[in-house]
């Protein structure tokens, strides 16, 4: 059909409005200071001491620290309890997705709820901050672009621990295990570990995510006769364990106890007198250096608590400080999971509780970790004083080689 003159001119305007309607989106974009990131974590059950409230409260820190506020930026900060169940904490995350606008989960304590989480992020192209999570499976097999683990993670922790306890005569182990993800892939992490630094694994046991009673699992480490008993669970499954190991004379007995994962919140809520010797890997304490001791005695005035920070509270500060700074560098809010993240991993990391660190084509944060060693009573000088130094862990050794990485987004 031959286009008349005046075909012609309503097809300029109309072609011109698309493309007016687009610059305007375009700019529109570029300009969009508007932010909401949901805390999604444990509020009430076994890990909310190591997160919960503590970690909205840090979040919040990271936010007015970030001086994006003062800029102008809209920046809202939702919570949610997950209840440690994949099915709700998927939910939550659909539902914050689609109808509040979400643009960041951050946190996510419990490795099964982080995995189902880091799936659906994925689909809907938001992000997923994770700090709480451990299993190494975040940046291996299950690596995202729209995924990052900012804090640690099942290698670091067997090759801290695991490592320097057979190094140190502790060559045969038996596991209690957390039946799910995380303990499942710590024990696996530190299995590896032990055999390759010459040691032997001669069992294992799983029980219950909240379990109360560890006397059955208890009597079977015991009766194994394992010069270490490995700890593959978090929170208040490891205070339990402890408490118990503690009543059946375990210690005592000869065998060690491995804290596989402990946090500050943890040691605080067993004592001195019942945590004394504990050794652990960690890659933040609040005790640290200078940087370290300003920033937790400002948490905790603003802990629900008036707790100091654990491991994950800290990493939740410092990832969301990354993840605005990668705005702020985009100019605005494009609402695009893959693009920030990939933007996060494109300017360096600096930050005062961490340091500096590049965060991996694979999502993970390159950082040191330390080996500490839990006080005696008489050894700690002032409160919170609870942890002594070891052995400072390289970032290169605290995360799993590149080149041995599983993870589809790692060029080889």
């Known amino acids: 059909m031959r286009m008349t003159p ?87 995350t659909r539902s914050w997705i689609d109808n509040d606008k979400v643009d960041a989960i951050a946190d996510t304590p419990n490795s099964g709820v982080a995995l189902a989480v880091s799936n659906v992020v994925r689909e809907k192209n938001a992000i997923l901050l994770n700090s709480g999570a451990a299993t190494a499976d975040l940046t291996g097999k299950a690596c995202s672009p729209n995924t990052i683990s900012y804090t640690y993670d099942t290698y670091m922790l067997a090759n801290g621990t695991g490592k320097a306890l057979t190094k140190a005569g502790g060559d045969s182990w038996f596991f209690l295990t957390a039946d799910y993800a995380f303990g499942q892939a710590l024990e696996r992490d530190t299995s590896a570990v032990v055999t390759a630094n010459g040691g032997k694994v001669l069992g294992g046991v799983r029980h219950p995510l909240n379990t109360s009673d560890f006397s059955s699992f208890l009597l079977q480490a015991q009766s194994s006769k394992a010069k270490v008993i490995g700890l593959a669970n978090a929170g208040g499954d490891t205070t339990n364990a402890i408490k118990q190991a503690s009543e059946f004379g375990i210690v005592s007995g000869g065998q060690k106890i491995a804290a596989l994962l402990l946090f500050i919140n943890d040691v605080h809520a067993l004592g001195l007198k019942t945590a004394q010797g504990l050794t652990f890997t960690e890659s933040f304490y609040w005790d640290l250096n200078d940087k370290t001791r300003e920033w937790s005695k400002r948490f905790q005035k603003v802990s629900p608590k008036g707790t100091m920070p654990s491991m994950t509270v800290a990493g939740n500060y410092a990832a969301v400080l990354h993840y605005l700074k990668a705005l702020e560098a985009l100019g605005g809010n494009p609402h695009d999971g893959a693009k920030v993240v990939a933007k996060m991993k494109e300017i360096p990391t600096d930050d005062p509780l961490f340091g500096k660190g590049p965060l991996r084509a694979d999502g993970r944060r390159i950082i040191p970790a330390y080996l500490f060693e839990v006080k005696k009573p008489e050894e700690s000088k002032y409160p919170w004083d609870y942890y002594k130094l070891v052995a400072t862990i390289s970032p290169e050794d605290a995360a799993k080689p590149l080149e041995a990485s599983e993870c589809p987004l790692v060029k080889k």
């Open 6 to 92: 005046t075909r012609r001119a309503a097809a300029f305007i109309a072609f011109a409005g698309l493309t007016f309607g687009f610059g305007l989106a375009t700019s529109a974009c570029a300009d969009d200071k508007n932010v909401n990131i949901g805390v999604l974590n444990d509020m009430s059950s076994l890990y909310a001491d190591i997160g919960g409230p503590n970690s909205v409260a840090a979040i919040k820190m990271a936010v007015e620290d970030s001086g994006l506020p003062a800029k102008g930026w809209n920046i809202d900060v939702l919570s949610g309890d997950h209840q440690n169940k994949p099915d709700v904490g998927v939910n939550i």
